[in-house]
């Protein structure tokens, strides 16, 4: 492809006049565009056979409770159920969908890729500009109790956030550097915000250092974690052998932990 290139381009550019250096010159960039090409081709090709092939077998590997779907991902409506983001968006995506129990309990998590458009006046004239709103993972745990209040966890540091309810100011020094609460039940926010719970959720924070933000809600707690990337993607810059294997799998791993690091089979969620 690359040959076929340099002498398609080659002929055109003594075609057009260039002399032998603008003709040298054209074609080398036409056999760096058509490798880049190429590469990407192949790139794409790879990651999508690594996804339907490889991810599977290291999902089930890792809990065989769980199923792995590629082109699925948490749906727009859960995703703004909690209303902490503003149904105002221009798009909304995502993919790598995983569902299942892990400990009981059932969870589901999935990329997620949030936009708005914003609007700024410059010079008397009105710009707009698409904006990432959320781009990360947001995992659903669903207990089995249904909790009688709304509860929102807000990163101090996220970025185009509605809040609902009081401000609930909680004892624990740490949580409140990094968060503030609020909740239409001071009393029930306190039971399920219990000491534990509040400093799991700052190492929660420590261990995917991004900003984190969870509601819990009826039978549910969302967690939004804004990672600022696609997370479960192929590097081809690595070789996958085992070592990258295992990387993959410790992220996804990572996730799942979020049952047992909040510690949600426990009996205050699950009585």
Known sequence: MAVLSFLFFHFYAHAFGFNKLGAFIFSTIAIVFAFNFYVSKISKSVKVEFKSKIMPIIIKDINPDLVYEK????????????????????????????????????????????KRVQKNIQNGKEIKKEIVVFQGVLFIAKFNKKI?????????????????GDRAYM????????????????????????????QDFCE????????????????????????????????MKNTLDQDNLNAYKKEITTFLDIVKNLNLNNNL???
């Not at 159920?81 to 009981?104: A, C, H, M, P, R």
């Not at 929660?204 to 993607?233: H, M, P, T, W």
């Open 71 to 114: 082109d699925k991902f948490i749906t727009k409506n859960e995703f703004l159920s909690t209303e902490i983001y503003s149904s105002d968006i221009s798009f909304y995506g995502g993919n790598d969908l995983v569902n299942g129990k892990v400990d009981d309990i059932l969870v589901k998590f999935s990329d997620a890729l949030v």
């Open 269 to 271: 969620f699950c009585n």
């Open 171 to 198: 004892d624990d020094a740490t949580f409140e550097s990094h968060f503030k609460t609020y909740t239409n039940d001071q009393i029930n926010a306190r039971y399920l915000l219990t000491p534990k719970f509040m």
């Open 204 to 235: 929660l924070k420590r261990i995917f250092k991004a900003q984190i933000c969870a509601v819990l809600k009826d039978e549910f707690i969302y967690i939004y974690i804004n990672l600022g990337k696609d997370s479960f993607e192929l590097d």
């Open 148 to 164: 009688n209040s709304i509860t929102q966890i807000i990163d101090k540091k996220a970025n185009f956030i509605k809040t609902n």
